[in-house]
């Protein structure tokens, strides 16, 4: 089993959809959360990162589960300009900080 | 303030030469991180530099990857001989100070992407 799973995707939705990406992890000793997103042949960037708590982001709400070893991450309102692929990345800190990507989701947002 | 750079952005190398990836963190960061992207693939952890000394380098796939960052500002990667399953796209990550714990921000470089023939 994959450390970070995630859907698998492809997502095509229209413009002003809500769509909302799910990620697990399996190890418990992962303390930091975030979701990237990766633009084709770019680097990745962070879009946010997630706490306990929940935290938004303009359209962006991303949620994290202790408990089920759960994140989300919610789009509202979506635009063409949020195509690109969502990486879910888990930081596990034991006597290194290890980062673990989720292999990630691909988002097409069509006129 | 300037960004990750990485040099350089594509490499076509043959089968069994040597190609060195470079890249230079932001100005500062203690912390500097290797990954692989092959095709298909999820982005995979190779090390992790914490100012000059490895941290972690258990994701590195075997002694053909030599990772050095002297003086603890850029860093290389030098694939030696380079093998067909080497191809991919290399990314560097930097962070800030180590002993800031709850900042682990990553911020990546664009990448190297490399062909082997």
Not at chain 1, 3 to 19: M, R
Not at chain 1, 43 to 48: A, C, G, I, S, Y
Not at chain 1, 75 to 98: E, F, G, H, P, Q
Request: charged share 20%; proline share 5%; net charge neutral.
């Amino acid at each position: 089993r994959k450390e970070v799973e995630q859907d698998p995707g492809p997502f095509n939705v229209p413009e002003g959809a809500t769509v909302a990406f799910n990620c697990t992890y399996s190890n418990s000793a992962s303390q930091s959360f975030f979701w990237y997103r990766q633009d084709c042949r770019k680097e990745p960037k962070l879009l946010m990162s997630v706490y306990s708590s929940g935290n938004e982001d303009g359209r962006f709400t991303a949620q994290l589960n202790r408990a089920s070893q759960y994140i989300s991450l919610l789009i509202r309102d979506s635009k063409l300009s949020d195509s690109a692929t969502y990486l879910c990345v888990v930081n596990i800190k034991t006597s290194y900080d290890k980062v673990i990507f989720g292999p990630g989701t691909s988002l097409s947002v069509i006129p | 303030e300037a960004g990750v750079t990485q040099f350089p952005s594509h490499s076509v190398i043959e089968k069994g030469q040597t190609v060195t990836l470079r890249c230079d963190p932001i100005s500062g960061h203690d912390n500097l991180y290797w990954y692989r992207r092959v095709m298909g693939k999820e982005i995979k952890f190779l090390l992790h530099f914490v100012k000059e000394s490895k941290q972690d380098e258990s994701g590195m796939p075997n002694n053909r990857f030599l990772a050095e960052r002297t003086g603890g500002t850029y860093s290389t990667l030098k694939v030696q001989p380079a093998e067909l399953e080497d191809s991919g796209v290399y990314f560097c990550a930097s962070s800030q100070a180590y002993e800031r714990r709850n900042t682990d921000t990553q911020y990546f470089g664009p990448g190297t992407r490399l062909t082997v023939l």
